[in-house]
């Protein structure tokens, strides 16, 4: 991992759990306790985050820049598996599902095996993974101006194709969900992907623990109008919390 790649990784790290220890930065991102606290030192001396005894505290209640695609796959990459573990039981043979765009959706999709599939997204990874399965499975890409922080497609081509699509399930993520409100990083990708949510009769949010309680810019759907959260089980307070506004499946 470079240099850039592991600062980014650190600092997503210490703002998603407010304050973290050197010794969950080894374990996470697999490097040396000397790397971490070298890392620590410059990143306070570069004001991005306040060393503390035996770790760091997060100086950001709202993170004003979106992770990059390869960070999102660094961090908490062993609750997004668990995650999509439980998410792939959720499908069913012969359903027509959409899958949008999220580190942990392209988790999910590394991991289904049906014979008799429909499958709408409109993320490229995606696509790029179910396209190469065996079996009788269907996959559409919806096109449209791509967003390449995320490698998914959005705008005015995107949304009209998905304004003519049903679906029995539909699998997404979110930055943050925070109360009653599912957020995002840009207004364009939140619209895309609640049209398809609109068209879907279950729809199944995937997240994990680190998302709730935090903030993004653009609040797209209601966790009032979704089927249940699949969240990783490994922060007890986090899903008591959530279980009070949606099903929650851990």
């Not at 796959?73 to 439980?86: C, L």
């Not at 791509?146 to 995107?158: A, D, H």
């Not at 680190?210 to 009032?224: A, E, M, P």
Request: hydrophobic letters at 40%; one cysteine or more; a negative charge.
């Amino acid at each position: 991992m470079l240099k850039e790649e592991r600062w980014n990784a650190i600092v997503a790290l210490v703002d998603q759990k407010g304050t973290i220890k050197v010794s969950e930065i080894v374990e996470r991102l697999s490097v040396s306790d000397m790397t971490v606290r070298r890392d620590l030192t410059e990143l306070e001396e570069a004001g991005r985050l306040k060393r503390v005894h035996g770790g760091a505290r997060s100086l950001n209640i709202y993170q004003h820049a979106e992770l990059s695609h390869r960070d999102k796959q660094i961090i908490n990459s062993e609750e997004k598996k668990e995650i999509a573990q439980k998410a792939v039981q959720l499908i069913k043979e012969d359903e027509t599902i959409f899958l949008g765009p999220g580190t942990t959706i392209e988790l999910l999709a590394e991991i289904m095996e049906f014979e008799r599939l429909r499958v709408v997204t409109n993320c490229l990874p995606v696509f790029k993974t179910l396209s190469k399965k065996q079996g009788n499975l269907k996959v559409y890409l919806v096109g449209g101006e791509m967003r390449e922080l995320t490698k998914s497609f959005f705008g005015e081509i995107s949304n009209k194709a998905l304004q003519d699509m049903h679906f029995h399930k539909a699998f997404f993520s979110s930055n943050a969900v925070k109360d009653d409100e599912v957020m995002t990083a840009t207004i364009e990708e939140g619209q895309t992907q609640a049209i398809a949510l609109d068209n879907s009769i279950e729809r199944y949010l995937l997240i994990d623990s680190s998302k709730v309680g935090k903030q993004d810019f653009y609040s797209y759907y209601r966790l009032k109008d979704i089927t249940a959260v699949v969240m990783n089980k490994d922060d007890y307070d986090t899903y008591q919390k959530l279980e009070k506004e949606v099903q929650v499946i851990v």
